[in-house]
């Protein structure tokens, strides 16, 4: 608005705009009086109706649900509740655009103690007129240069200044310190900003300024810091209303009304923008000419109508605009005008106030107007005073009928019949005119007599509300840095990654060569891939995994069908002695034989013993050492296959013919080789990892045989056991290694596999909690419980189709009391857990199917590898980030992942055929 008054007239000097021929009679000057003011009373009927159009229109924007209708835009602001009283620290605000052209730098300090207030320092500038209609950069070189101007006249000894920017205009949000601009409202029109993250433009602005460092923590609307900043103890404020030179309001709404969000617990702030409220059905009938008038005028014709009929900036220019017509229809001034009468913006918001206060108003009217060059009649200033008081009136009641939608709003969402509620209020209309507050609280007790309001003027135009969010956003922000330090090793970059790859290349070489290796590199004896020319019944045992199976693998020309059965293996069992674990195994094979009328039948058996063996046949494996929590007695170091013969041998009555003991990476590549020949490589990511893959026999020192190939087991769950992997290793690795059954043992394997994942999970929360980033730094029993966060977790919270709300349940049902950034930080920590496993695991694939497609100098390789284990399989996200990591370290390789349908009890029954048909072949 330009500045008022035109220039050089002197009080009561007289202008030439009057009319020449007679001014209306009395009797018509009343009824013109009447009519004009007429059109500015509202009634009951349409304040309802407004009341009810904008509750509509919020009710629909939460939805998310853009119509015509929904004018009002509902914001999420990031505010998820309101003032604790334990906020403490200094903080820097810089309030923006909420006072008109002018912006106000302040330093508030919060004591965290309950009712201890420190008033704060402040300083306001004027924006020039030139700055506020100019570029983006002008204004916000503008702001930087006022905290500069601040700091040097109020010196504070802080460190790391940290700020907290109130922008007191519609901006979408996505966090506490990302905001982009809608679009200018209340005269400002600065160019390059509408649409841009206006904490960006101003963290630049600080930058380019470069006096002080100054940390932007978070962006409020200025109906926010009203709210916040309301005084605890007179309950805390839900509502935050402004009425300055703009109006809005905020409020506290249920988390789950609103869309926008994925949140279902909780409240959370939500700026209305009710500005913008506009509906023609029932706004038009209380638009009168003047309001038309005004908008036409206005920066932003159209928009913001709402705003028009109640804000400060436009009270004023009502007000002359009636005060004008009133003049030329010769009922005002004796039908003269001025110059300065006919200029937009000639009458602020403090003249209005000035002239309708009851006790003053009178000689203000006279003042006022005779410095706008127009002398006064008699009843004039009467009439005047009764122009500013329809004028505000209206705009209070306006005001009124938004509020008790709100009011309205708050009830729906509680699902309360009465409600009990402190609004903060701030604005200068508020605080300089004398009855807005009193026709305000009069209509909406009018409008909705079922709530008891409670009005809580804000003391100081929310600086304090505004520290109170970036006391918040600071420690949300220092929780993130934390968080961030926290999860940083478990980033790995790809030069990291190669040199996985690399090592794990080296020490594939060195095992083949027999020499000192993590990896054991043990040749399995099985030397082809089925040719599908493998027939008969088969039984297959499947140990290692989360389940022990009995299988009965029947293969004929139609195909393989596979009856099994699942059998539990105790932890003691597991845990117990060697004689108890496999007698436990032939067990459940005799009851699976009953249950399938095998009994007595003596089928030759493949048996998947999923832990490192060493081979020296396909019918010996000698147990190096127990993983996977296994542990059982007297059986590393001996042949695994005697002990369940033995075993066997103990249950008399029971004939078994063991043919051969597979891995269960083999009995995986084995199975899908079956359905694909190009499968040269079994995968399993399950409790444990492993790989195995077709190695030229050549290679292969511990066994003889230039030309053909056999299938080598890696064991790779313990490379890096030799410390080649301790670059990568975190303290929460440590820790779950420390407290495994096998310390400094199967470290890749503690790294990737399902049976650890959680656990490293469980450690990072608790060392969380411990710096209080997490669950507000209380410690519970049951994250203090070893394996209680499952690794299935991992995939349920990472799956994309479990929104925030669904981790939340995850982790209440582990009694972990949390809030919804701690839900979203929960996430961040499986995310970065299983994505470092995977692209590990990745690594390892890349390191196989470049030395197969060296193996056999190959400029491109195609190979499918098959894989197996529940955590490839349910992890959402697990299997594409394998494949991209292999991708990019193999770019050579085309790699096909084949899920294992069968598992391989299937793999080691084709096994045990291909050596029945071999032995066969040598039989004839
Ligand atoms: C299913 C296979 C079995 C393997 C298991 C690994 O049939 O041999 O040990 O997958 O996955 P886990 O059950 O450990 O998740
Ligand atoms: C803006 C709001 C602000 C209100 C009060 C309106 O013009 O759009 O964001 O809260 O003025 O300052
Ligand atoms: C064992 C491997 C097995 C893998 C997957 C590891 O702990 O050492 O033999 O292949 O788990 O089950």
Redesign the pocket.
Known sequence: MESIGPAGLQPGERVLGCPQEGLPLPSDRSELVQECLQQFKVTRTQLQQIQASLLDSMEQALKGQASPASTVRMLPTYVGSTPHGTEQGNFLVLELGATGASLRVLWVTLTGIKGHRVEPRSQEFVIPEEVVLGTGQQLFDFAACCLSEFLDAHPVENQGLQLGFSFSFPCHQTGLDRSTLISWTKGFRCSGVEGQDVVQLLRDAIQRQGAYSIDVVAVVNDTVGTMMGCEPGTGPCEIGLIVDTGTNACYMEEARHVAALDEDRGRTCVSIEWGSFDNDRVLGPVMTTFDHALDQESLNPGAQRFEKMIGGLYLGELVRLVLAHLARRGILFGGCTSPALLSQGSIRLEYVAMMESPSTGAAHVHTILQDLGLSLEASDAELVQRVCAVVCTRAAQLCAAALAAVLTRLQHSREQQTLQVAVATGGQVFERHPRFHSVLQETVMLLVPECDVSFIPSVDGGGRGVAMVTAVAARLAAHRRLLEETLAPFQLNTKQLEAVQVQMREAMAKGLRGETSSLRMLPTYVRATPDGSERGDFLALDL??TNFRVLLVRLTEGGVQIINQVYSIPECVAQGSGQQLFDHIVDCIVDFQQRQGLSGQSLPLGFT?????KQVGLDQGILL?W??GFNASDCEGHDVVHLLREAIKRRQAVELNVVAIV???VGTMMSCGYEDPRCEMGL?????????YMEELQNVVDVAGESGQMCI?M?W??FGDDGSLGMLSTCFDTSVDQASINPGK?RF?KMI?G?YLGEIVRHILLHLTSVGVLFRGQQTQCLQTRDIFKTKFLSEIESDSLALRQVRTILEDLGLPLTSDDALMVLEVCQAVSRRAAQLCGAGVAAVVEKIRENRGLEELTVSVGVD?TLYKLHPHFSSLVTATVQELAPRCKVIFLQSEDGSGKGAALVTAVACRLAQKTRV
């Open positions: 290692g995994g013993f999923s832990f490192p063996c050492s993983t996977k891995n269960d990476t399993i990511v399950g409790t444990g990892t492993n790989a195995c087991n064991e769950g313990a199967q394997e596999s049976m284990g």
